[in-house]
């Protein structure tokens, strides 16, 4: 699973707003979701307001990734959508096969446990 936080970089008020957004997808989805900090509208650097700066730190102390896009010419569009979808498909390869691991090591404990109940119920 993974979510765009997008903010405008020419409107500081945007970027306030990202705290609480990513307080409500931490609360409501599930602990494993990629989130990537997105700050749209790159194509504006004159009405900046937001520094590509203060976002990154924000990202790193966050936990998120972090890009910058301009939806009216395109930049970083399909890049952000990428990493997003490279980094669930890494964390989704990467963690499965220890879940698959661990869930045969629990049932290998289980199916000893019957064993050995059985040898004492039934000797």
């Known amino acids: 699973m993974g979510a765009l936080l997008v903010y405008d970089i020419t409107k500081k008020e945007t970027f306030a707003d990202v705290e609480k957004w990513l307080t409500e997808l931490r609360d409501h989805a599930d602990s494993k979701i990629v989130i990537m900090l997105t700050g749209n509208k790159c194509d504006l650097q004159h009405l900046r307001s937001v520094s590509t700066q203060d976002a990154e730190i924000y990202a790193t102390k966050e936990d998120l990734l972090f890009l910058e896009t301009s939806a009216l010419s395109s930049v970083n ?6 990493k997003v979808l490279s980094v669930i498909h890494e964390r989704s390869t990467s963690i499965e096969p220890m ?24 000797s």
């Open 99 to 122: 879940q698959s691991k661990q869930a045969t090591e629990n049932l290998v404990e289980i199916e000893k446990s019957k064993a050995v109940a059985r040898e004492k119920c039934c």
């Open 77 to 82: 569009i399909d890049a952000a959508f990428q």
